[in-house]
Antibody, heavy 122, light 111 residues
Framework: QVQLQESGPGLVKPSQTLSLTCTVSGGSISSGGYYWSWIRQHPGKGLEWIGYIHYSGSTYKNVSLKSRVTISVDTSKNQFSLRLSSVTAADTAVYYC??????????????WGQGTLVTVSS | QSVLTQPPSVSGAPGQRVTISCTGSSSNIGAGYDVHWYQHLPGTAPKLLIYGNSNRPSGVPDRFSGSKSGTSASLAITGLQADDEADYYCQSYDSSLSDYVFGTGTKVTVL
């Protein structure tokens, strides 16, 4: 079964760029049929979808974060990545990667990684 | 942003039935978009519990069921067990926001 695992620095300074990678195992990103997503959860708050990428490289992002978000895919490593620029304390959150089936807009996210906490602080 | 509203908490004794509501609007649930439910234990990966309003993925016990009507959806847990203690979130798509939206989350406590 497909499993996802997030990795990256747990501490980022304000105004810098947050960079995370999601490694996919048990299946190939390049086999198609799915969107590869990033979702975050602020401490004590609900979940917020950030965006996703298709293995072809096409992306779709949350409108409110779009100007600061870059999502990329490396099919040779079976990984996809998130970069969030100009971070502030408001970007402190647990960041999850997840998979979603393509073809329907109101799709679920399954499976998810276990998440990684990123704290923005000097 | 959480545009789907859930009760902050629900509780029940072992064996009882609890329900969690998820209230949206005409641009998400009311527009006909599917609702999905997740079970989340902090520190672990959220788990898909119900997809497409009322369908259970393989391996999810039939004690969990989902329904949808109008601008709302519900998750029911029957035969409540201790390991059902978790946070539960609903999720849908919102055409006004062009965004995937999640509920505010509900903590289930087994008394």
């Amino acid at each position: 079964q497909v499993q996802l695992q997030e990795s990256g620095p747990g501490l980022v300074k304000p105004s810098q760029t947050l960079s995370l990678t999601c490694t996919v195992s048990g299946g190939s990103i390049s086999s198609g049929g799915y969107y590869w997503s990033w979702i975050r959860q602020h401490p004590g708050k609900g979940l917020e979808w950030i965006g996703y990428i298709h293995y072809s490289g096409s992306t779709y992002k949350n409108v409110s974060l779009k100007s600061r978000v870059t999502i990329s895919v490396d099919t040779s490593k079976n990984q996809f990545s998130l970069r969030l620029s100009s971070v502030t304390a408001a970007d402190t959150a647990v960041y999850y990667c997840a998979r979603a089936p393509e073809g329907i807009i109101d799709h679920p996210f399954d499976p998810w990684g276990q998440g990684t906490l990123v704290t923005v602080s000097s | 942003q959480s545009v789907l509203t859930q009760p902050p908490s629900v509780s029940g004794a072992p064996g009882q039935r609890v329900t969690i509501s998820c209230t949206g609007s005409s641009s998400n649930i009311g527009a006909g978009y599917d609702v999905h439910w997740y079970q989340h234990l902090p520190g672990t990966a959220p788990k898909l519990l119900i997809y497409g309003n009322s369908n259970r993925p393989s391996g999810v016990p039939d004690r969990f069921s989902g329904s949808k009507s109008g601008t709302s959806a519900s998750l029911a847990i029957t035969g409540l067990q201790a390991d059902d203690e978790a946070d539960y979130y609903c999720q849908s798509y919102d055409s006004s926001l062009s965004d995937y939206v999640f509920g505010t989350g509900t903590k289930v406590t087994v008394l």
